[in-house]
């Protein structure tokens, strides 16, 4: 079965800081594709990156930055330089490989609080 | 840019009543999924459609729930007798049948009070 662990349930920073977020997550698949999507208030998801489990490489776009290691099997997402329209309820989603319907398998979401 | 839409963006209903969702999905894609999420809580897998058929359900998708897709666009979730329980944001999803299936694009949701 697959498993997104978020531990982090609320995380409050002040407008500049950098922030990571966590990811932890469980499967069996050896191909696997992990997501990172964003709920602002106003409730709709909003796809941030998706990775495939071949692809180790880290990637930065903007100021938001992830962290792939299967080692640890973490995938982890950075602001840097927050600004309040960050905030927002961060999810972090798995699924798994072609035959498995892709169905996705969300943590329970990290909110973030900037504070300006 | 294509995006999913969904209707209503709200809909209240009293426990036992029946209600429809729905959903239309990018036009040239062809898997389509629902998901719920409880206030404050996960979004949670419930049905992904294919080809004009189930093609996996979670526990939660039981006999109350249903899924159609009546028309070349329209993705329609019903739920038949309502419980208070089913209060929750409904969220359609599609993605193409192409390297790109894995990505999913979500609806701005639904969401759905039962009373």
């Known amino acids: 079965a697959q498993k997104v662990t978020q531990a982090q349930t609320e995380i409050s920073v002040v407008e500049k800081e950098d922030v990571t977020l966590d990811c932890v997550y469980e499967?069996?698949?050896?191909?696997?594709?992990l997501f990172w999507y964003k709920q602002p208030p106003s409730g709709e998801l909003v796809f941030l990156i998706r990775?495939?489990?071949?692809?180790?490489q880290n990637e930065i776009s903007g100021r938001y930055s992830w962290n792939f290691q299967k080692s640890t099997s973490s995938f982890n997402f950075t602001i840097t330089a927050s600004q309040v329209v960050d905030s927002a309820v961060y999810f972090c989603a798995l699924s798994g490989p072609r035959g498995s319907n892709y169905k996705l398998t969300f943590g329970k979401g990290t909110l973030l609080t900037v504070n300006p | 840019e294509p995006e999913v839409t969904q209707t209503p963006s709200h809909q209240v209903t009293q426990m036992g009543q029946e209600v429809i969702l729905r959903c239309v999905p990018i036009?040239?894609?062809?898997?389509f999924y629902w998901y719920r999420q409880i206030l404050g809580q996960k979004v949670e897998f419930l049905v992904s459609?294919?080809?004009?058929?189930?093609?996996?359900k979670s526990e939660i998708f039981d006999d109350q729930f249903s899924v159609e897709r009546p028309d070349g666009s329209n993705f329609t979730l019903k739920i038949r007798s309502t419980k208070l329980e089913d209060s929750a944001m409904y969220f359609c999803?599609?993605?193409?049948?192409?390297?790109?299936?894995?990505?999913?694009?979500f609806g701005p949701g639904t969401r759905l009070t039962v009373t």
């Open positions: 990775r495939n489990s071949f692809d180790e």
């Open positions: 499967t069996r698949d050896t191909t696997y594709y």
């Open positions: 459609f294919y080809n004009n058929e189930i093609s996996e």
């Open positions: 036009s040239n894609h062809l898997y």
């Open positions: 999803a599609s993605s193409e049948l192409d390297r790109k299936i894995y990505e999913q694009y």
